[in-house]
């Protein structure tokens, strides 16, 4: 009896290296498009928080006219430096309208840089606003989770009421 059952597992040693084998690439497969979800989850988080901070900025001045564009662009890529951005521009041939949906190819960003757009057409008329957008590419590490999304824009848009 004992040697029926030595025998029996001797043809399944390596069984559990099979299964392994079969499991692991699927496994950190998913580990790491999860990790890519969440990448993709801290960039909206970021090109959100971008464009309500300069709003905030682009409202808040008293001396009735704001901070200039650039001195809001600047700000803007200290802090986007800071939250892994690698770069944050202003394009100068697509203006300073709020971005169209869909966006255009003036509008597309490079992968891993953002574009600012400052809006003051706002400030004909009171109550005077500024409306800031951040357009941000985003592309998935892992293969798999790029072929789910495809290309990815994140688009912020905030506006803000000015104080002045």
């Keep these: 009896m004992l040697l029926t059952i030595r025998a029996h597992s001797r043809r399944r040693l390596g069984q559990s290296a099979v299964e392994f084998a079969l ?17 993709a989850g801290f960039y909206y988080v970021v090109t959100s928080d971008l ?11 008293d001396t009735g006219t704001g901070p200039t564009d650039a001195t809001i662009a600047s700000l803007l890529q200290q802090q ?4 892994t951005f ?4 202003q394009p100068a041939a697509c203006g300073t309208a709020t971005p169209p949906n869909p966006l255009t190819s003036c509008y597309q960003p490079t992968t891993g840089s953002g ?14 606003y500024i409306k800031v957008s951040i357009v941000y ?4 590490t892992t293969p798999m989770v790029r072929a789910l999304m495809s290309t990815n824009y994140f688009v912020a848009t905030a506006t803000m009421v000015t104080e002045f």
């Design 23 to 39: 499991m692991a690439p699927v496994f950190f497969l998913l580990l790491v498009g999860t990790l890519d979800f969440g990448r």
């Design 51 to 61: 464009a309500r901070t300069a709003a905030r900025v682009g409202a808040a001045y």
């Design 80 to 83: 986007a430096r800071s939250m």
């Design 86 to 89: 690698s770069t944050l521009t």
């Design 115 to 128: 574009f600012i757009f400052i809006d003051r057409s706002g400030f004909a008329s009171f109550p005077k």
């Design 137 to 140: 590419h985003f592309e998935a």
